[in-house]
């Protein structure tokens, strides 16, 4: 009896338990925003708006923590493309679009998290016309973009777990 070849290094475990915990916190905070959604109260034509809870603070700053944190990963990503590229291997190119769509995950999260904080911070009170034609209100309320974010934090974790999935299951010898 032959035993299969190890395929997770402990610096692979190690990378991948830290993307699954980013995964986790991000979708922690999602739930957060989801909950909160529904309680963001934004009336467009006298301007009343709830002030956003402290929990809701909470929850983006934990989601921005984790996206600063993926984004100081970038030259290890390209590091690891570019070793696999020089071995010609053929997980390359799942690597490489795995790291691509994390990528843009972050960024369209990372946008989606300063719009939300754009909106909660306005306090002028804008006063708008019906919600409907030419005079519609040109921003999202508050509760929709809550949203917004959790989706957006909960696609960002699937591809980290995709992709720290992809490196795990990678032969020892081949790393």
């Known amino acids: 009896m032959s035993q299969e ?3 997770v290094s402990l610096n ?3 990378h991948a338990a830290a993307a699954v915990d980013h995964a986790r916190r991000l979708r922690q905070s999602a739930v957060v925003l989801r909950r909160l959604a529904g309680t963001m109260k934004y009336h467009p034509i006298t301007g ?3 002030e956003p809870s402290a929990a809701l603070t909470d929850a983006l700053d934990a989601a921005a923590q984790v996206l600063n944190e993926i984004q100081r990963g970038a030259a290890e990503r390209a590091e690891e493309e570019s070793f696999f590229d020089a071995r010609g291997e053929a ?5 490489r679009a795995g790291h691509e769509s ?8 990372a946008a989606a998290i300063e719009v939300l904080r754009t909106v909660l911070a306005t306090q002028d009170g804008e006063a708008l016309d019906a919600p409907y034609g030419g005079s519609a209100p040109r921003r999202h309320h508050p509760g929709a973009l809550c949203t917004i974010v959790a989706e957006r934090a909960e696609s960002l974790a699937l591809a980290l ?3 720290a999935i992809l490196k795990v299951n990678i032969p020892a010898g081949d790393r």
């Open 102 to 109: 994390l990528e843009q995950r972050a960024q369209v999260t």
């Open 12 to 14: 692979s475990a190690q």
């Open 48 to 50: 009343q708006r709830s």
């Open 91 to 95: 997980i390359a190119t799942q690597i």
């Open 161 to 163: 777990e995709t992709v």
């Open 5 to 7: 070849p190890q395929t």
